[in-house]
């Protein structure tokens, strides 16, 4: 095992580091534009960072994962759902899925281990990617640990598809341990799988800014440049002809304003035509092909005549983030199904089928309730109610909809007829 791990982490390493950079440049801790070296004659080298990966990556998470996902059964039971609810309480469930969806935003797939905690319960958590290596036999990720003598060592954490065991890293060695932290090594898992899971951004495993990372880049030095310039205040360059200016006078020049110069000499300027309109007009433009190539939209455009977007306005609008989540959200749930099948091979899950759950996620997308309402006055008995509350962006379940509308007609009914048998017995 020791030698596969070995093979693993020389294979996967270079990925597991690239993911680290991409966290350190969403976290902003490492930005290519502050490490950049102009020449020693460019006295102002300012260093602005747009944070645009941020504003990509939280915007997309926000609107599939801003909003807790609905879990329900097949067949509702009030008793099943209280575990469920319980589960999502004592697991901080919408916590974890928000960090998953983050990391899969930056690096392309989140990963959740599963585990059976100190008290016996099912529990899971976030593992950062580029600690984590992959084989469909045997899945490790590595921590930061100390040995018995208080030295900085690297603990491996290693799961097959039965058992969980620990290693101390030390360089290029290797050596088995017999725990860490108070659990033990080589025991059973409980799971009949590795319990580490992927949640993935799309197929590809790319994270959500690979199509733009360059532009980027290149709109922080362009943002930069032009501040430097400005900074410089150097619009215009003095020419002297017929004389060479030593240092007093031109401290006395800038102190006065004024220059002596000896005979058959003379001094002009030389203007620098800056176009700030032309830069700020190609910043512009590359800014919207972040959003457009990006698949979202920027949230803080101009927001003019937004009041009176229709629905199918708003649809063209968010459709590129829309199509975009929904790729995402089916792996997301492939994953989830996972987990609540890991679950249900604990004790306190072996109640649940894993396959009678259903995961709903909620996209935050804006809506004109003021026309939805008044299609659904206009197709009121020209198509069935089930056609019609389908086509309301605001109902979630249809038939759930449908059933409530019976139940509130049925009491309707009843308390008018306690009402004329009142009026009758009078």
């Known amino acids: 095992m020791i030698e596969k791990i070995k093979k693993m982490i020389e294979e996967q390493q270079g990925r597991n580091l690239k993911f680290l950079k991409d966290w350190e440049r969403y976290k902003t801790k490492e930005v290519t534009i502050f490490h950049r070296q102009l020449p020693t004659a460019q006295k102002i080298n300012n260093k602005i960072n747009h944070d645009y990966i941020g504003v990509l990556v939280n915007t997309k998470v926000g609107h599939y994962l801003g909003n807790p996902i609905a879990i329900s059964l097949d067949n509702s039971d009030d008793n099943k759902n209280q575990e469920i609810t319980k ?13 998953l969806g983050i990391h899969a935003s930056v690096m392309g797939y989140g990963v959740c281990l599963c585990y059976i905690d100190e008290n016996g319960k099912f529990d899971l958590v976030e ?18 640990g100390k040995n018995e003598k208080g030295d900085n060592i690297e603990v491996i954490e290693a799961y097959d598809t039965q058992k969980r065991y620990y290693f101390s890293k030390k360089e290029s060695v290797i050596t088995p341990i017999s725990e860490f932290k108070g659990m033990k090594s ?12 992927k949640f993935k951004n799309n197929k590809e495993e790319l994270s959500e800014t690979y199509r733009v990372r360059n532009i980027i880049e290149v709109l922080d030095k362009m943002y930069s440049d032009l501040a430097s310039e400005l900074e410089q205040f150097r619009l215009a360059y003095i020419k002297f002809k017929g004389c060479t200016p030593d240092e007093d006078t031109i401290k006395s020049m800038q102190q ?28 512009d433009v590359e800014v919207r092909n972040i959003f457009k190539f990006a698949q979202t939209y920027d949230a803080h455009q101009t927001r003019e005549g937004y009041g009176q977007l229709t629905n199918l306005g708003i649809h063209f609008l968010m ?4 199509n975009n989540c929904k790729k995402t959200i089916h792996y997301f749930k492939e994953a989830l199904y996972q987990v609540f099948t890991f679950y249900s091979q604990t004790t306190e899950g072996k109640w649940l089928d894993p396959l009678e759950l259903s995961f709903d996620f909620t996209l935050d997308t804006p809506r004109n309730i003021l026309e939805e309402t008044q299609i659904q006055q206009n197709l009121t008995g020209i198509v069935s109610t089930e056609t019609r509350l389908k086509l309301a962006t605001f109902v979630d379940d249809v038939q759930k909809e449908i059933e409530k509308m019976e139940e509130e007609n049925a009491m309707e009914d009843a308390y008018e007829r306690d009402v004329d048998e009142k009026e009758t017995d009078k």
């Open 186 to 197: 080589n025991v059973n898992h409980l799971f009949d799988k590795i319990p580490l899971i």
């Open 87 to 99: 589960l999502r309480r004592y697991t901080a469930f919408d916590r974890v899925l928000t960090e």
């Open 256 to 283: 006065t304003g004024a220059i002596g110069l000896p005979e058959d000499s003379d001094v002009d300027f030389i203007t620098k035509n800056l176009n700030i309109e032309g830069v700020l007009s190609a910043i």
């Open 319 to 322: 459709a590129p983030i829309n």
């Open 127 to 144: 593992i950062d990617p580029w600690s984590v290596y992959f084989d469909e036999e045997l899945c490790f990720r590595i921590i930061a």
